[in-house]
């Protein structure tokens, strides 16, 4: 699920204080950068999903590969965060943002998966809302791209889902589990972000009353009671 570098594109990358360091909150879940202490956590997770996962990926399993992973995640171009719940702190899956250009590219690949007893829930796709959230709205990104072999239906769900577009068909795109494997690349800009209102704040506020396509209509000024005529006293 994640893209190639392309090493004719650059960008500047913005200061280290621009970096995701807080939570993104939702109502069911959040999303935070990995810490050394969800070791045990993540690795359970990822013994409890291997069968679940195969072929499709192959989770960092080893103490040796988690921390190498944590590592990995204070890149400059690369955000790695866990999808965790709000209620008891379980670690239920990952986001992963790679290759992030910023300049005139702005884009990023993106990755992710579920742990196999929290899959079918909803908070893959909770998770993704907060995702391209951070993604468009924080690091300002125009595009974000997910790789994804074509026989992997559930995450081909969560994409469209949640508003990505199919751009096309890469063969033996990503090399997965030894084997060079087939994956669909599908997209989403800004603009798509924004057009689908998951950016509350391009959306045209309507009168009540207004329908798609019918302008609202006219307000009409109160109108002032005319004083009847004072009747004379005989």
Sequence with gaps: MTGTENPRVGGSIPPPGHFMSASRVGRRVLLRPPRAAD?????????????????????????????DYVGW????????????????????GVFNLSQIFFGDFR???????VGAPFAGQGYMTEG???????????LKLHRV???VQPGNAESIALVRRT?????????????VAGRWRD???????????????RDPGTARRRS?????????????KPQRRRPSPRRSRS
Excluded: C
């Design 145 to 147: 791209e997910a790789n």
């Design 163 to 175: 508003g990505f577009r199919r751009e096309g068909f890469s063969p033996r795109y990503l090399k």
């Design 208 to 220: 009540p009353l207004a329908s798609p396509g019918r302008p609202a209509p006219p307000s009409r």
């Design 73 to 92: 995640s204070r890149k400059e171009t690369l955000r790695r965060m866990m999808l965790v719940r709000r209620e008891d702190g379980a670690i239920l």
């Design 183 to 197: 994956h669909e690349r599908w997209a989403m800009t800004v603009e798509d972000f924004r057009s689908s209102r």
């Design 39 to 67: 070791q045990a956590g993540f690795l359970a997770l990822v013994k409890a999903s291997r069968a679940f996962h195969r072929p499709w990926m192959r989770p960092p399993g080893t103490p040796a590969a988690f921390r």
């Design 128 to 138: 993704m809302e907060l995702l391209l959230r951070y993604a468009f709205r924080t």
């Design 107 to 113: 884009s990023a690949y993106l990755g992710y998966w």
